[in-house]
Nanobody
């Protein structure tokens, strides 16, 4: 079992930056692939970024590629999402998710087993 707690959300103007953190419980963090997803009001949850257990493999949604960076610190049991050049359309609740590592870093929410409670990100125009 893994418990995930997100932090770092807030209100920011368009063009600004935020850094989300997701702290995981347990001593097996380094065996999990980690993902970030987001859900805007009235929309389905969508993939944002994911990272393999070692940090060497990363995947991004086209909508955030070049603006967002996912990283992890296995010594701190934490995964990060650095969000730069934020746009109003990035406004959503952002969720951290975990799944036991496999050969492929997955980008669909049903493939993830553990979820955080979410953190709100609001980008004003």
């Amino acid at each position: 079992q893994v418990q995930l707690v997100e932090s770092g959300g807030g209100l920011v103007q368009a063009g600004g930056s935020l850094r989300l953190s997701c702290a995981a419980s347990g001593r097996t963090f380094s065996t999990f692939d980690m993902g970030w997803f987001r859900q805007a009001p009235g929309k389905e949850r969508e993939f944002v970024a994911a990272i393999g257990w070692s940090g060497r493999s990363t995947v991004y949604a086209d909508s955030v590629k070049g603006r967002f960076t996912i990283s992890r610190d296995n010594a701190k049991n934490t995964v990060y999402l650095q969000m730069d050049s934020l746009r109003p359309e990035d406004t959503a609740v952002y969720y951290c998710a975990a799944r036991r590592s496999t050969l492929v870093v997955h980008t669909t929410s049903p493939m993830y087993d553990f979820w955080g409670q979410g953190t709100q990100v609001t980008v004003s125009s």
